[in-house]
């Protein structure tokens, strides 16, 4: 079956300390993005690639980095910078990018908790 | 700029009630729209899209219909079940950017 996962479901980590979020697609799609999900709240856009070895910035980089080294896979690391680090975040990936109006698949999500 | 605004839940409907959850939006161009469904703790699942004015999209019995007059997008189902609650996001395709709206909770009584 075709997908996106994410690992690991629930994440704890201490203030302070540097984490990455796992996201991989078996879709072959070419754009894959991170999105933050705050309770009632939409959901912001932290960084997005539309091919390998390439990403932008959204619109709440501050704090995160990520990188694209095979088309599979889309790790996002949070780091110590991060002021409010505790959120759920979502992985997601379409066929084609921002320009195009494809729908996105989103993985299962991953919930960072930071103490 | 582009937005979408959705209307606010939580919406509480008995089982078999006509469920509408109201969308608009504003965009330049000719923006696509979708609607998703996020299930507690899971990540969001596409439930239906238009990509030009006057397409209706259904799925599970779900609709909605692209109204390029109204700005709006509104998701309808005539009768709700116990597993439809979750909460629904209204999405636009804009210019190089998707923009969500903040979601509308939905709880079906049985």
């Known amino acids: 079956d075709g997908g996106i996962t994410q690992s690991p479901k629930y994440l704890f980590r201490k203030e302070g300390q540097n984490v990455t979020l796992s996201c991989e697609q078996n879709l072959n799609h070419d754009a894959m993005y991170w999105y933050r999900q705050d309770p009632g709240q939409g959901l912001r856009l932290i960084y997005y690639s539309q091919i390998v070895n390439d990403f932008q910035k959204g619109d709440i980089a501050e704090g995160y980095s990520v990188s694209r080294e095979k088309k599979e896979s889309f790790p996002l690391t949070v780091t110590s910078a991060q002021k409010n680090p505790t959120a759920f975040y979502l992985c997601?990936?379409?066929?084609?990018?921002?320009?195009?109006?494809?729908?996105?698949?989103f993985g299962p999500g991953t919930r960072l908790t930071v103490t | 700029g582009d937005s979408v605004t959705q209307m606010e839940g939580p919406v509480t409907l008995s089982e078999e009630a006509f469920l509408t959850i109201n969308c608009t939006y504003t965009a330049t161009g000719y923006p696509s729209l979708f609607w998703y469904v996020q299930y507690p703790g899971e990540g969001l699942q596409l439930l239906l899209k238009?990509?030009?004015?006057?397409d209706k999209g259904s799925n599970k019995g779900f609709e909605a219909t692209y109204r390029k007059e109204t700005t709006s997008f509104h998701l309808e189902k005539g009768s709700v079940q116990v597993s439809d609650s979750a909460v629904y996001f209204c999405?636009?395709?804009?210019?190089?950017?998707?923009?969500f709206g903040t979601g509308t909770r939905l709880k079906v009584l049985a």
């Open positions: 997601a990936s379409s066929r084609g990018g921002l320009a195009d109006s494809y729908e996105q698949y």
């Open positions: 999405v636009l395709s804009g210019t190089y950017k998707y923009i």
């Open positions: 238009a990509t030009k004015a006057d």
